[in-house]
């Protein structure tokens, strides 16, 4: 279906917008409320290809042959804090101000919301088909749900019941946990540490889990190992080579796993997240058959007094693309 068979008026410009990609739709709001409407005109440009993040938007409005003036508005969910007026992405150099970008766009209502609130947003109304689970556990559908993931960055983000006379809603919570200093649990991670201190006054969890920290990762490996290598290396090559079976990148994987594991345990501690945790982000899908046998589940179970408790959360992997989509639609929806 083409953006011209509904009526451009019921459309919705929607984007998820990273670090590496920006992701754009149109979101035809008449096929129903909380996000189930239809996603029309999907595109995906590489964040790198263009100097502005309007340049982007402008990019996929005219390979869509709409006019922004003729939308309901925009709804963006991007990869940044959103406090105040002006917006920088934590891991791209776009940068603009909530009227400047509303103005050069040309919509009269612009919505923004950090990427992993849009998330958020979509979970509770997402379908099993939509999900690839990694332990069923015995989660409580009525409990707060956290999602989290690594991609360019490290999004975390919390969905919390409210009680409003005889019905629940859900209340997405944003957060930067990403940002939260590094914990090492063994010798190997304390290592890791230092050899990051060197470069970085402070180290946050996001150095390491995220695409650029699994590269990190391999670089460390590779020269307690002795050995170089002069090629540029990319997440993309360390998830391939693992997969392939090189024996550094496989171990680079496995330490990525375990620090996110440790890491995704924690904050499913601080949100009491017993009705699960969902990890999205583009990293995972990436070296997802090699989590089953990783340490990931072992260290999200390692919380001491309270491993029997995070036991028995379940975790599910994203991969419905569209999540991100509708959250930022849900987002525009409910103002």
């Known amino acids: 279906m083409s953006a011209h068979s509904s009526s451009v008026s019921d459309?919705?410009?929607?984007?998820?917008?990273?670090?590496?990609?920006?992701?754009?739709?149109?979101?035809?709001?008449?096929?129903g409320s909380d996000g189930?409407?239809?996603?029309?005109?999907?595109?995906?440009?590489?964040?790198?290809?263009?100097?502005?993040?309007?340049?982007?938007?402008?990019?996929?409005?005219?390979?869509?042959?709409?006019?922004?003036?003729?939308?309901?508005?925009?709804?963006?969910?991007?990869?940044?804090p959103l406090a105040g007026q002006e917006i920088r992405f934590t891991n791209s150099p776009w940068c603009f101000s909530r009227e400047s970008l509303r103005s050069e766009i040309g919509v009269s209502r612009l919505t923004l919301v950090n990427d992993f609130e849009a998330l958020a947003h979509g979970v509770p109304r997402m379908i099993e088909d939509g999900l690839r689970p990694l332990r069923q556990g015995e989660g409580d559908e009525r409990s707060p749900k956290l999602v989290l993931g690594p991609g360019t960055g490290l999004g975390v983000a919390a969905i919390l019941p409210l009680y409003l006379d005889d019905r629940m809603i859900w209340r997405p919570v944003p957060g930067e946990g990403g940002h939260v200093a590094f914990a090492p649990i063994d010798d190997f991670e304390l290592d890791f540490l230092k050899y990051l201190q060197v470069r970085h006054d402070r180290v946050s969890v996001e150095r390491i889990v995220c695409g650029d920290g699994l590269v990190s990762l391999y670089h460390f490996i590779l020269a307690r190992a002795r050995k170089t290598r002069p090629e540029p290396v990319t997440p993309a090559w360390v998830a391939s080579e693992a997969l392939a079976g090189d024996a550094i990148a496989k171990d680079a994987v496995m330490?990525?796993?375990?620090?996110?594991?440790?890491?995704a345990g924690d904050c499913a501690l601080i949100y009491v997240a017993r009705g699960g945790v969902y990890f999205g982000g583009g990293v995972l899908p990436k070296i997802w058959p090699l989590v089953s046998d990783s340490p990931l589940v072992d260290r999200f179970n390692s919380k001491g007094r309270m491993s029997p408790w995070v036991s028995m959360i379940p975790l599910k992997l994203i991969v419905d693309d569209t999540v991100a989509l509708r959250g930022a639609a849900i987002a525009a929806e409910h103002g």
Do not use: H
């Not at 992701?23 to 008449?30: G, V």
């Not at 100097?51 to 939308?71: I, K, P, W, Y």
């Not at 330490?255 to 890491?263: E, H, M, P, Q, V």
């Open 11 to 31: 459309c919705l410009l929607v984007g998820d917008i990273g670090g590496t990609n920006a992701r754009f739709a149109l979101y035809d709001s008449s096929g």
């Open 36 to 80: 189930a409407g239809k996603l029309l005109v999907r595109q995906t440009f590489a964040a790198s290809d263009f100097a502005r993040f309007t340049d982007a938007v402008n990019a996929f409005l005219q390979r869509s042959g709409v006019e922004a003036s003729q939308l309901k508005g925009a709804s963006f969910a991007v990869a940044s």
């Open 255 to 263: 330490r990525f796993l375990a620090a996110l594991g440790s890491f």
